[in-house]
């Protein structure tokens, strides 16, 4: 059984029918008992990363994300959900993350430019993937497949090891982590059409 968080900051409804789609049952849950019980654990994430951090601890989601992690269980984070396994973001100040993955979260410069256009932030749209590594939720992905981002914020981790795929836009940024059994993305594989289908199946066979 695979449990979406629910700590009021993600698009879980989505996340969900996209599991369904590829064959996996998908529980949305406010209960920290019922991650605690979950094969697997996906941590959404849509809004301000200081809001959804304090979200998340007051729904005492902390301990037993903590906890499911060190035990090896397979966990995916999207969009804010990935931001959040950081040390810390600059978004409206600086907070501290789950510090799981040490790093920092950054905002996109202004007045990046491309081909001599100026570009918007938030990056929101359909962009190219890099693999890096053979994270097993790109099993069968082929390297430059699209994928749909929506952030004004980017992850450096300290550990570029890290990595799984990046993206360009104005810069080159992460786009994807592994870790061991930590798999993340900054884009969303709901919103993905058919590549994201194929990230949210693999992540479903995950040992």
């Known amino acids: 059984m695979i449990a979406i968080i629910d700590y009021g900051m993600g698009n879980l409804r989505s996340v969900q029918k996209g599991f369904e789609k590829v064959g996996f049952e998908a529980v949305v849950t406010a209960d920290p008992r019922v991650v605690l019980e979950a094969e697997r ?8 990363f200081r809001d959804c951090m304090q979200n998340l601890e007051q729904a005492g989601f902390v301990e037993p994300i903590l906890k499911v992690i060190a035990d090896g269980r397979p966990f995916l984070g999207i969009c804010v959900g990935m931001q959040l396994l950081l ?14 993955i040490p790093g920092h979260v950054l905002r996109f410069p202004d007045g990046m430019e491309e081909c001599g256009e100026k570009l918007k932030v938030p990056h929101m749209g359909w962009n190219q ?3 890096r ?3 097993p939720i790109f099993k069968g992905v082929e390297d430059g497949a699209n994928v749909y981002f929506v952030h004004s914020y980017y992850e450096m981790p300290d550990d570029e090891s890290a990595v799984a795929a990046t993206s360009t836009y104005g810069l080159e940024f992460c786009a994807a982590l592994w870790k061991d059994n930590i798999v993340a993305t900054q884009f969303h594989p709901e919103k993905s059409q ?3 289908l194929k990230i949210l199946k693999n992540f479903g066979e995950m040992s």
Do not use: H, M, Q
Not at 41 to 48: C, R
Not at 89 to 95: P, T
């Open 41 to 48: 654990i996906v941590l959404p994430g849509v809004g301000a």
């Open 87 to 100: 040390t810390d973001s600059v978004e409206f100040g600086l907070y501290k993350g789950l510090n799981i």
């Open 129 to 131: 993937l890099a693999i």
């Open 133 to 135: 590594r053979p994270a």
């Open 194 to 196: 058919e590549v994201g």
